[in-house]
């Protein structure tokens, strides 16, 4: 996994940079769902994301870029420029 984490004044959330990589082409994904967010636990205990500050912060701020064993150099250029883009740089 290459796991990037969007500092708080990145410009863009979470969700937002996730979009605009599908619509660059470049599937990526939310990396860290914590604990008091999986059904599981915060049902049966009814967690509420204020109980976790630190780890709901995490959860909006991080996902996984592409990362693979035949990406090409041509691919990883792909992605930061489409990170770059959509970040504003």
Do not use: K, N
Not at 58 to 80: G, H, I, K, N, W
């Amino acid at each position: 996994l290459y796991v990037v984490r969007l500092t708080d004044d990145a410009g863009i959330e979470r969700d937002r940079l996730i979009d605009a990589l599908y619509a660059a082409g470049i599937g990526c994904s939310v990396h860290y769902v914590p604990l008091h967010l999986q059904p599981y636990w915060r049902d049966r205990y009814a967690l509420q994301a204020a109980q976790f500050p630190h780890a709901q912060h995490a959860f909006e701020r991080m996902l996984s870029l592409p990362l693979y064993t035949r990406m090409t150099e041509p691919d990883v250029q792909r992605v930061c420029i489409a990170v770059r883009r959509a970040l504003g740089a």
